[in-house]
């Protein structure tokens, strides 16, 4: 929409984004690393954000890599979660790319575009509506999830696999409110696909 995207590019930034050369060589290392796991050489804005406390920085995106990589959920499954947290929690900067993420990852436009009714919709099946609706209602109060959407979760789903689902959707929280708290706006690269994240 571009009312979001307008609000997103025009916000001011509450830290500055820090260039190349101002990386440390440790979190730029990183970077790159990370970087080149997903086929990417684009630093976002994210990344040049946290490069003010590169050791935090770090230590976060080694944690939220790990929750990527490790596990037994399929990866456009993950995305497909986190893209649910983060269109929940109204972070345009991290559905943006989610979007671009999930696309890269082969996953049907229909999800995309109707991720916010995932518990209705019949482009998810029936685990997927589960698990997304569980996580939105971690989102809205963890601690009052309905007796029915937890029932259902617990229905679809082994242990193992409810523990990855909710740790997938804590992590997306960590980032939607640092990227949303110091109004990080999407980069160039990007800017087509932001027009593409639903009414937030």
């Not at 575009?113 to 995932?118: L, M």
Request: proline share 4%; aromatic share 8%.
């Amino acid at each position: 929409m571009k009312s979001q995207l307008d609000k997103n590019l025009n916000a001011n930034t509450i830290v500055p984004l820090l260039s190349n050369d101002e990386f440390s060589t440790q979190f730029m290392s990183l970077i790159k690393d990370l970087n080149e796991a997903k086929g990417s050489s684009r630093i976002n804005n994210s990344a040049r954000a946290m490069a003010h406390s590169d050791d935090f920085g770090m230590a976060s995106r080694n944690y939220w890599q790990s929750t990527w990589d490790l596990g037994e959920l399929p990866k456009p499954f993950k995305a497909l979660i986190r893209y649910k947290v983060a269109t929940r929690n109204t972070c345009f900067y991290c559905s943006t790319h989610q979007i671009e993420h999930l696309r890269r990852l082969g996953v049907e436009e229909d999800k995309i575009k109707n991720i916010q009714d995932s518990d209705s919709h019949e482009a998810f099946t029936e685990s997927e509506k589960a698990a997304l609706s569980f996580v939105d209602h971690m989102m809205i109060d963890a601690s009052n999830i309905p007796n029915k959407v937890a029932d259902n979760f617990k229905n679809h789903y082994s242990p193992k696999q409810m523990v990855e689902i909710a740790l997938t959707a804590t992590v997306m929280v960590s980032l939607n409110l640092f990227n949303d708290a110091f109004r990080v706006p999407i980069e160039d690269e990007v800017v087509g696909i932001g027009l593409d994240v639903p009414e937030l």
